[in-house]
């Protein structure tokens, strides 16, 4: 049986390709749908990828994840940051969640350095762009077997 991982992207992130390339790259977010299919085929994974720039879906999606998936790959964008909501979400469920970012959080502004889900998480993946995803969806096969 196929093992489904959630990939949820919080609030901009509908904007890559042309928000900050300089940051983010020029990959837009379906460009990093396609990539995140691939590699799961590839690991055996069924990939059910979202955007939302609303916290309270995304919520929903991690109480969804609890129930449906076998881990999420979580990229929380700016929510990251300030949302005490997601931690408690991400508490609220036993499958294990990554968090994923595509630039390094740490070597940016100040106020991206602390992460209000980090706590809850079983790991981070920073800074490589949008291989961020593949790497994350990698460790969730790996702890998920």
């Known amino acids: 049986m196929t093992k489904t991982i959630f990939v949820l992207n919080g609030p901009n992130l509908n904007a890559l390709g042309k928000r900050e390339p300089g940051i983010y790259g020029g990959k837009t977010l379906a460009d990093i749908e396609a990539d995140c299919k691939a590699a799961g085929l590839e690991l055996g994974l069924e990939v059910d990828f979202r955007q939302s720039n609303h916290e309270g879906v995304l919520i929903d999606w991690l109480h969804e994840a609890g129930e449906k998936a076998g881990g999420v790959a979580f990229n929380a964008g700016a929510y990251t940051h300030t949302s005490v909501g997601l931690h408690d979400a991400i ?55």
């Open 91 to 145: 508490r609220a469920i036993s499958v294990p969640v990554i968090e994923v970012h595509i630039s390094n959080v740490h070597a940016r502004e100040e106020f991206r350095h602390k992460s209000m889900i980090a706590p809850a998480v079983k790991g981070v993946i920073c800074g490589f762009g949008p291989l961020s995803y593949i790497l994350a969806l990698q460790a969730l096969k790996n702890i998920t077997q």
